[in-house]
């Protein structure tokens, strides 16, 4: 049968971690480690509506597997395996073959194994996926943990995939395309971080569930936002709307004392860290620049004013 030739060519690699019994029974089986929580979420990605038609097929397989690894990331948690639904409108073997390259390309970096899923045919390509993880008991990093007097933190830069959307084959399209999930950060940040969510709607939007969550306010500063070179050269005004509003980033936002901040900055870090704000008991979303209140007109932003 059709389908599980498409299983057995595409989906049925070898195992890169420990895996009692992967794809091909009819459930997968793990032994937790002892004192750890499962983590687990999942994603789903239609064509046409999170990414165009035409995008390249490996990058749609990286792409599935990087949001949700973000995910797990933002909980201080370790990726462990990942579970895969598609639905395929038809048998395209160059699209699996770039598809699935792709898919287990983002699971080889992140030591992450594909140990079952689904496949079946439909009108529109989905594609979903669960991924599971593991975190020592009771140290998940939530959203409902921050504290007034929290620097608020997020990695990497915000904005690059939003303009990436707008400038397709601009370099920043890869951003785009290949988001980095910070897996390593996220568990760096586990027992120091109070509270930590991942950017994929935008940082204000984002932003915004940890301090609603944690009932609290937030103060950012504009000059701290961390901006690629490409968007400073546009407009003040343009640059703060891609970083704020812009999604796909799959950075971490996190808020963490000042003291457990500078613990962080001790460490090796695979990526850049930037302060761009500080925990307030006022509820909202302050906007500064250099200290002084400066409201921004875009959507994204008033919901919180
Ligand atoms: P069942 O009929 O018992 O649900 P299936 O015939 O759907 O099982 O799947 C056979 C095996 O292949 C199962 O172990 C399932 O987890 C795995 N599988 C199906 N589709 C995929 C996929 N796209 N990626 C990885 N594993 C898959
Ligand atoms: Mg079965």
């Known amino acids: 049968m059709?389908?599980?030739?498409?299983?057995?060519?595409?989906?049925?690699?070898?195992?890169?971690?420990?895996?009692?019994?992967?794809?091909?029974d009819d459930?997968?089986?793990?032994?937790?480690?002892?004192q750890q929580q499962l983590v687990i979420c999942a994603d789903t990605l239609v064509a046409g509506r999170h990414f165009p038609l035409d995008t390249n097929p490996h990058a749609i397989g990286w792409k599935s597997v990087a949001v949700n690894l973000s995910d797990?990331?933002?909980?201080?948690?370790?990726?462990?395996?990942?579970?895969?639904?598609?639905?395929?409108?038809?048998?395209?073997?160059?699209?699996?073959?770039?598809?699935?390259?792709?898919?287990?390309?983002?699971?080889?970096?992140?030591?992450?194994?594909?140990?079952g899923g689904d496949t079946t045919q439909s009108p529109h390509?989905?594609?979903?996926?669960?991924?599971?993880?593991?975190?020592d008991t009771g140290k998940a990093v939530t959203r409902s943990g921050a504290q007034v007097g929290d620097f608020i933190c997020v990695s990497g830069q915000v904005g690059d995939a939003a303009y990436g959307l707008q400038h397709?084959?601009?370099?920043?399209q890869k951003r785009l395309d290949y988001p980095t999930p910070r897996c390593h950060l996220g568990q760096q940040l586990k027992g120091l971080?109070?509270?930590?969510?991942?950017v994929s709607d935008g940082l204000a939007q984002d932003l915004g569930h940890i301090l609603t969550a944690s009932k609290v306010g937030a103060e950012i500063e504009l000059n701290q936002l961390p901006i690629d070179a490409t968007l400073k050269k546009l407009q003040q005004e343009t640059q703060w709307k891609y970083a704020l509003a812009g999604g796909d980033d799959y950075e971490l936002c996190?808020?963490?004392?000042?003291?457990n901040y500078e613990t962080l900055l001790q460490q090796q870090l695979d990526v850049n860290i930037s302060k761009i704000g500080q925990i307030t008991e006022q509820n909202g979303l302050r906007i500064i620049k250099n200290?002084?209140?400066?409201?921004?007109?875009?959507?994204?932003?008033?919901?919180?004013?």
Request: with cysteine; aromatic share 10%; charged share 10%.
């Open 2 to 24: 059709a389908e599980f030739s498409i299983i057995d060519t595409y989906f049925n690699r070898k195992n890169v971690n420990s895996i009692d019994l992967g794809v091909g």
């Open 254 to 259: 996190f808020t963490i004392s000042p003291q």
């Open 193 to 198: 971080a109070n509270s930590m969510i991942d």
């Open 72 to 115: 797990i990331a933002a909980m201080g948690a370790k990726p462990h395996s990942i579970l895969l639904a598609l639905s395929l409108p038809q048998i395209d073997h160059d699209w699996l073959k770039g598809f699935s390259q792709g898919l287990y390309d983002c699971c080889d970096q992140f030591g992450v194994s594909l140990i």
């Open 27 to 34: 459930s997968a089986l793990l032994t937790p480690p002892p």
């Open 125 to 135: 390509l989905t594609i979903s996926v669960t991924a599971l993880g593991w975190v």
């Open 291 to 305: 200290g002084i209140d400066h409201p921004l007109k875009f959507q994204g932003y008033q919901h919180f004013a």
């Open 168 to 172: 397709l084959g601009h370099p920043l």
